[in-house]
């Protein structure tokens, strides 16, 4: 399968993130790339550098202030006495205020969902790369539905976009890489969907199209009643205005096992089949296997492979975007399970 | 004057806050109220107790959702593995997802406006404490405006209070002691000013009175286009519905001196008196001092005793109720000099 990745992930290393009242070290670190690029390459997959990102690709689903905080904030933050090497938020707009301050610290308050994002000098640049690599899978599954090539890639990046909004960072993302695929699939391809199988509710995916008709959101993710993001996710968001019904969330019970999950999938499938996308896109986490350090569900290898035959088996052209799934021995193998056995299922 | 002081203030003592992506220790220690009770004591005033708070006093301002997260929050939060001490939010419902999570790190997102309030297991006693002052020297006031006595006197409240809105701590403060001694007032009173002069703009205060015609809010404060709460404060907020006219801000440029202060002081004293209210509530912070450790004003103590004349002159009942003011070697002084001034003033 081809691989797409950018060895641009480094400039963004966060160090660290406030939880549970404490800072604490980033769970995202540049190891998780070098891992699953490892494990692609001892599958036998081609890894290959993205091509540059197709003019108004990122401006597409994310605003200019943004896109200017993201780029400009870490020398305006850096200029504050006493600040951290990282852009972190500690006052934020909330239900009783709105306004809009210019300040580095408002910026950051009106930018920044949480405490997990952190911006530092090299992440914008990093984010770019990300998206590049999104962008250049799904011209690949593009290119390969129409001329009968290759009906599926994988972009390996870092750092993950689904907890990103237009214009908010949040939860280890940035720039939203499965959203940005979809705008440019939505320029050749009238219905898309993404099917979200990171244990985080993709909150950032589903507030980017949850007013649109034209791009289906399904996500699978543990209940957010006690879990990241808290304030999205439950099953009752349906999408608003033209958008309804184009929003599916699944909300897990935490310590969700293979035949709950696999079963709840099939109900996003069924929701998939029946909007016949021309294209899937897939925010692909890890980290709802039970060896992830989270464990918050516990999907065994097994579960994994089994999903990718699934969805192998829709028959899409699907571009497989990587989300999160944090260090821990098991993180290259299920990559390396995901990827041949989706293959094999496809190949059938 | 009569000083109302409860030690119970003792019982919260936050740790830390986080402030340009690092957490330092708190400023809103204990030591500040002890530092002020001195001074009041040395200036001769007589110090005393609160009675019990009037039954719904602390109801009539904030929710029972909100009390029930003060009160019952830190045990929740103490049996989250890993937890910190005090409970401090790191992701917040914002502009794109309102979901109501009932577990505790949900409800601190809800809850709790920003990093620099964090809730121990001692912060809603001391909190009642402190609005058990600014009822009972709003009480005496009230009494002694209808009997010939004092008509004014001071509430020595900490935490403080006006950052705190009806259902959400904020900035060091968790329930809003001036708002409350407000709605004891609305009992007797058909119209109430509420003159802010601490630095921050008094976001909670605001907030919870936007809506009513009722109660005038004028706050002085330091512009928070890059200055605590940021997201208001600014002066085209002048509230809304039958509120609309009844809000009144007056941000000043970082670095604003007596001259300018006093100018923008008799813009608001020229609205209260226009409103002609039937009691004045002052959030008295000291924090606009040059001396402050805060430092973004520049007000001298001569200064802050000429405010205390001009206030006195407006010959209003008037409940003093502290807000902040930061360890510093003239912190006790200002609070002397300013009850002196008063005094003095309203003497003659």
Redesign the interface.
Known sequence: MLVVHSEAHRRHAPRQ???????QPSAEQPERADRLVAAARRGGHEVVAPGALPAGAIEAVHGAAYLGFLRDGPAA?AA?P???????P?????????????????LA?QHQ????C?VGAGTYDAACAAAACAAHAAAAVLEGSRSGGARVAYALCRPPGHHA?AD?A??FCYLNNVAIAAELARKTHSRIAILDIDVHHG?GTQ?IFYDRPDVLFVSLHAD???????????AD?RGTGAGIGANLNLPLPHGTGDDVYLEALGRGFAAIRSFAPGLLLVSLGFDASAHDPLGVLKLTEPGFAEIARRMAALGLPTVLIQEGGYLSDHLGGLLATFLGSFEAAQAK
């Open positions: 993130f406030l939880v549970r009242g404490a800072l933050w504050l006493g600040a951290a090497p990282e852009i972190m500690n006052v934020h707009p909330n239900r009783h205020m709105a306004g809009r301050p210019t300040g580095i610290v408002g308050g969902a949480d405490t997990a952190p909004y908010m949040g939860g909150n507030g957010p009643n006690s879990y990241y993001p808290f304030f999205a996710g439950y968001e």
